[in-house]
């Protein structure tokens, strides 16, 4: 069956960096469009950015764009987020999700079929 690992969070502080990692198997990970979703304390869960099925072409939240950027490797089925400049806002539960034949313009949760664990990124002050 298809599974998603996230990998790579922890506890940083305001300006740091950190790569965010999303292992798949079960799957021909080339059908799948890769996504990744946060859930902040209080707050509902977000689109964060898209990679398309061949890495071609991303879509990334508007409010992250600049600092976080989203990209695949296809030869080890891997899913990446590049965070940069954390700020405390960045703070939360991160998940990997893909989509079989998906589109980067699905930002929707629900558009997606399955779901990694998530991994935990703590932004300090």
């Known amino acids: 069956q298809v599974q998603l690992s996230e990998s790579g969070g922890g506890l940083v502080q305001t300006g740091d960096s950190l790569i965010l990692s999303c292992a798949a198997s079960g799957l021909t990970f080339t059908t799948y469009t890769m996504a990744w979703f946060r859930q902040s304390p209080g707050k509902e869960r977000e689109f964060v950015a898209a990679v398309s099925r061949h890495g071609s072409l991303t879509d990334v939240r508007e409010s992250v764009e600049g600092r976080i950027s989203v990209s695949r490797d296809n030869a080890k089925n891997t899913v990446y987020l590049q965070m940069n400049s954390l700020k405390p806002d960045d703070t939360g539960v991160y998940y990997c999700?893909?989509?079989?034949?998906?589109?980067?313009?699905?930002?929707?949760?629900?558009?997606?079929?399955?779901w990694g664990q998530g991994t935990q990124v703590t932004v300090s002050e």
């Open positions: 999700a893909d989509k079989k034949y998906g589109h980067i313009q699905d930002r929707r949760g629900a558009q997606y079929d399955v």
